[in-house]
């Protein structure tokens, strides 16, 4: 058996897409933390079980479900359950298994066919699930990252920082209005406060210029005011996301989870975002929206971003050699095939869902921004 912790690649998406006599997909939400292993077990459990009753009705003998029982059997007796996160997706064939454990949240199915349904971890690995989080308070300041395979961890830093407000200030407390020679009273507070926020953007500037120079990835902020306003007006470089509250007791899990949600939002506009300069190019002849076009133009080469609803489901067959649909029930997912495709060759993917794209061009199903004309 193999547990991945990581994401796969498109070679791994291409080789999932492979036909099998019977294959069966599961995608289930779990919880984090080895207090959760029999609820988690149990939901995985639950959709192996639909899937094989659902399999048996269709007269499948009895031979290939023993083989699946016995796959699910070892998938079931692993550690992978003391080591659970916010989601699995797990795909059982006659001969083969695999199971993945991620961070990020995916929505419970089951599917049986001869092919799994790759559609959700393609959504996964083509969304951007990465961001940075600075939790700031008088009392200090710790840098986290969440990525698409690993829930929020502190950031080990490079250099050496001002710990808290009274180190950045050179004083030993700001709390006490009566120490002589030194400022006090709100005023002074506020100007200490300031001082020490300008300490920690710089630092974070320093630290996270060296992961992420462009500053592609957003910014979590937990911290009250007044330092939640102080640092937002000296971080321009960054899209910074307030999360107002008291951040010294959090625990990684509390900041991953209050991350996660978010990034949807913070997706959903940079689609929207994409498919419209997407739409820039209609009268250039640089769009694609109808499926059979998108494919060929993928096929070629010519597709240098797709947008795609992951969620619709339409079967057949890609021919690799000239891009044709051959639409059939007993196919795979041609949006999922299209865009490993499109990843193969170099493309860019984005896995969405309809509602989340509110651009002219989107017709609900796929839409490709292109690098040539099609001929």
């Given at each position: 058996?193999?547990?991945?912790?990581q994401?796969?690649?498109t070679?791994?998406?291409?080789?999932?897409?492979?036909?099998h006599?019977?294959?069966i997909?599961?995608?289930a939400?779990?919880?984090?933390g080895?207090?959760?292993r029999?609820?988690?077990l149990?939901t995985a459990k639950?959709?192996v079980d639909?899937?094989l009753?659902a399999m048996?009705e269709r007269?499948?003998g009895g031979?290939?479900?023993?083989?699946l029982?016995?796959?699910?059997?070892?998938?079931?007796?692993?550690?992978?359950?003391?080591?659970?996160s916010?989601?699995?997706a797990?795909?059982?064939a006659?001969?083969f298994?695999?199971?993945?454990?991620?961070?990020?949240?995916?929505?419970?199915?089951?599917q049986?066919?001869?092919?799994?349904?790759?559609?959700?971890?393609?959504r996964?690995?083509t969304?951007p699930q990465?961001?940075?989080a600075?939790?700031?308070?008088?009392?200090g300041?710790?840098?986290?990252?969440?990525?698409?395979?690993t829930?929020?961890?502190?950031l080990?830093?490079t250099?050496?920082?001002a710990?808290?407000?009274?180190?950045?200030t050179h004083r030993?407390?700001?709390?006490?209005?009566?120490?002589v020679g030194?400022?006090v009273?709100d005023?002074?507070?506020k100007?200490l406060?300031?001082?020490?926020a300008?300490?920690?953007?710089?630092a974070v500037?320093?630290?996270?210029?060296?992961?992420?120079p462009a500053?592609?990835?957003p910014?979590f902020?937990?911290?009250?005011?007044?330092?939640?306003?102080?640092?937002?007006?000296l971080d321009?470089k960054?899209h910074?996301v307030?999360v107002p509250?008291?951040?010294?007791?959090l625990?990684?899990?509390?900041?991953?989870?209050a991350?996660?949600?978010q990034?949807?939002t913070l997706?959903?506009?940079?689609?929207t975002?994409?498919?419209?300069?997407i739409g820039d190019?209609?009268?250039?002849?640089l769009?694609a929206?109808?499926?059979a076009?998108?494919?060929?133009a993928?096929?070629a080469g010519?597709?240098s971003t797709?947008?795609?609803d992951?969620?619709?489901?339409?079967?057949?067959?890609l021919d690799?050699?000239?891009?044709r649909?051959d639409?059939?029930?007993?196919?795979?997912?041609?949006?999922?095939?299209?865009?490993?495709?499109?990843?193969?060759?170099g493309?860019?993917?984005?896995a969405a869902?309809?509602?989340?794209v509110?651009?002219d061009?989107?017709n609900?199903?796929a839409?490709?921004?292109?690098r040539f004309?099609?001929?």
């Amino acid at each position: 058996m193999v547990t991945r912790y990581q994401l796969p690649d498109t070679a791994d998406l291409r080789r999932l897409g492979e036909p099998h006599e019977i294959a069966i997909t599961v995608y289930a939400e779990t919880q984090p933390g080895p207090d959760h292993r029999d609820t988690n077990l149990l939901t995985a459990k639950s959709a192996v079980d639909a899937a094989l009753r659902a399999m048996r009705e269709r007269g499948v003998g009895g031979g290939v479900e023993q083989r699946l029982r016995d796959r699910w059997d070892q998938i079931a007796g692993s550690e992978l359950w003391l080591r659970p996160s916010r989601s699995l997706a797990l795909f059982l064939a006659d001969d083969f298994h695999e199971v993945y454990v991620l961070p990020n949240a995916l929505v419970t199915q089951s599917q049986v066919g001869i092919y799994f349904d790759i559609g959700q971890l393609v959504r996964a690995v083509t969304t951007p699930q990465e961001a940075y989080a600075l939790t700031l308070s008088a009392s200090g300041w710790n840098l986290w990252q969440a990525t698409a395979s690993t829930r929020a961890e502190e950031l080990p830093l490079t250099g050496e920082y001002a710990v808290d407000v009274a180190e950045a200030t050179h004083r030993a407390t700001v709390r006490d209005r009566d120490h002589v020679g030194r400022l006090v009273g709100d005023e002074g507070k506020k100007v200490l406060l300031e001082t020490y926020a300008k300490r920690v953007a710089e630092a974070v500037e320093t630290e996270l210029g060296l992961v992420d120079p462009a500053a592609t990835q957003p910014l979590f902020l937990f911290a009250t005011d007044p330092l939640l306003n102080l640092y937002r007006g000296l971080d321009h470089k960054r899209h910074v996301v307030p999360v107002p509250g008291a951040p010294d007791a959090l625990r990684p899990d509390q900041i991953d989870d209050a991350i996660r949600p978010q990034l949807a939002t913070l997706n959903a506009a940079r689609i929207t975002a994409l498919a419209d300069d997407i739409g820039d190019g209609v009268a250039r002849g640089l769009v694609a929206t109808d499926l059979a076009d998108i494919a060929r133009a993928a096929v070629a080469g010519a597709v240098s971003t797709l947008i795609y609803d992951f969620t619709v489901d339409i079967l057949g067959r890609l021919d690799d050699t000239d891009g044709r649909l051959d639409y059939r029930d007993d196919g795979y997912d041609l949006l999922s095939r299209i865009a490993v495709t499109v990843l193969e060759r170099g493309g860019n993917v984005i896995a969405a869902r309809s509602e989340e794209v509110a651009a002219d061009i989107w017709n609900g199903t796929a839409v490709a921004g292109l690098r040539f004309a099609l001929t």
